[in-house]
């Protein structure tokens, strides 16, 4: 038995392409249920993915997960089939990148039926994907304590029923700030976040890139700044990573208060900082928690008002 | 005889022309030197201020800045000149605009003299300006505390070698992040910082707009977020107004250290985030102390990280 919550994420496995200023790779492990569970899985040991995948998806990449214990019993492997591959091109700044191709593959057909070990999964991560596929998910679990949910333009543009159904039920939504901008209609990330809230999740994270992350609940703004970094190699699953730490951290906390999420940013935020500063899940692999406690020092120190500000003779 | 460093800015009174999505004003008062000392009087009482105008200069400009204690005796009223204009107009989501025109008028011979009243200044503000401007005003004083200076790429651009000589000679850089990376040469702003530091200055400041600032001084890097704003009207003059708060907090400091820095950052972005919401400089004229306190601590609960993060259970 485990004393923390467990973690459930259902998104995509792939075979990513990448090309950034500073080297590429072909067909490296990625997809978002893969981030969220390999960045999860540093403060919880029960996290448990539900992707698909093709009669393609290397044995070493499985390895590379269930070795550093992450439950695949969700994972489906189509006979037949090939593994959903993304290409992505960053510009010299890696604030930007083009989508050089998408191809779905055994993801076209997936309609995921979770193991009954997974029904009692109490927090649900709702990766990136089509959200009648994350609505089917939500369907299946019996109770969970919190549903956090992720998507991206294409659906805001192309299944706006669909998202607005799974919006209504859902605790939490993470977000890119183009894309909550989008979702809105606003372009005030004060006032989309309070129009999303009206959608349906009372808790609003807005990721911004470089520029860090920002937390709606109720009255309260919290804000919290990437880590500046030297080298910065690859941002290709920062914020799929950030929503694993999220997660991660959620689920070891008794109350789920505003301390709570306030503290998960930071831990999310970490994680997706050592995520970018190598190639794909590389630097998820090797990282320990005192890495990770470092990090959150550093976080400290980055972000802490000098007590005496107010004081000044 | 105060009890503080006197605050010394050079820079420009201007006419504004602004457009924004919310509103727009013809031949508002405007100019960095004018918003520097409108921002750093809130913490000095000894703010001095050197810029031309023309006969055109309105009386009650004048007195919209000596009612509220800027120092005007080095305010040059040049007969049978125009005073500096500038048009712009924002795009929707206020973080970009096109410049509609710039009219030097008598800034185009502006050769500052300063009052002998003014030889003694402690914390100079180099405001945004041509270098040759700029190291004709620091040769006059006789012994800063602190230069701070700020350019735009305007001068990086054209004048490279006048912009390096001036930023041999300052303590502090405060620039936007594009223009710190169009200086340096690099995308990535810590190593952006290093490199700026090696041409001079020991403190630099990065304004990230909405996004807030980066102050880098020796091995510690601080961040602050910009306030989230619900209505913000007009972001002109927020750089000036923060470069200004943060000269007016550290006018108070007896030892010029990190964390009097730190807290001049926070001082600086808030004094900008009144600014933003108002056009041109009317969020600066009834604003009292008491606001600025409870803006500043607002700033802490936006960005302090929960103590018990690493004791969680």
Request: charged share 20%.
């Amino acid at each position: 038995m485990s004393d923390k919550m467990s973690v459930l994420a259902v998104g995509t496995v792939a075979f990513d392409r990448i090309e950034t200023p500073f080297g590429k790779r072909d067909r490296a492990l990625g997809g978002s249920a893969m981030y969220i569970t390999m960045a999860a899985r540093f403060m919880c040991n029960d996290v448990r993915l539900v992707a698909v995948a093709g009669e393609d998806f290397p044995e070493e990449y499985i390895e590379d997960m269930r070795s550093r214990g992450i439950d695949l019993r969700g994972l489906e492997i189509k006979p037949d089939e090939l593994t959903f591959a993304w290409g992505g091109k960053y510009h010299y700044d890696l604030n930007n990148r083009d989508t050089l191709y998408t191809d779905l593959n055994a993801l076209s057909s997936f309609n995921p039926v979770l193991p009954d070990a997974y029904l009692d999964s109490k927090i649900l991560c709702l990766g990136n994907l089509d959200p009648v596929i994350q609505n089917s998910v939500l369907s299946q679990v019996t109770n969970p304590s919190i549903v956090i949910c992720d998507t991206m333009n294409y659906w805001i543009e192309n299944t706006p029923h669909q998202l607005n159904n799974i919006l209504s039920k859902v605790d939490c939504l993470v977000i890119n700030d183009s894309e909550a901008r989008e979702l809105s209609g606003t372009a005030n990330l004060v006032v989309a976040a309070r129009k999303i809230r009206g959608m349906g999740p009372k808790i609003i994270v807005v990721k911004k890139g470089e520029h860090g992350a920002l937390l709606f609940v109720e009255d309260t703004i919290f804000s919290v700044p990437a880590y500046p970094l030297e080298d910065i190699q690859d941002p290709t699953g920062a914020g799929d990573a950030f929503m694993g730490g999220f997660a991660g951290y959620l689920s070891g906390c008794a109350d789920i208060n505003l301390d709570a999420l306030k503290s998960a940013l930071v831990y999310g935020t970490a994680i997706a900082s050592f995520t970018v500063e190598h190639f794909g899940p590389e630097g998820l692999y090797n990282l320990s928690m005192t890495d990770i406690y470092h990090r959150i020092g550093a976080f400290r120190n980055l972000t802490s008002i000098p007590e005496e500000i107010l004081n000044q003779s």
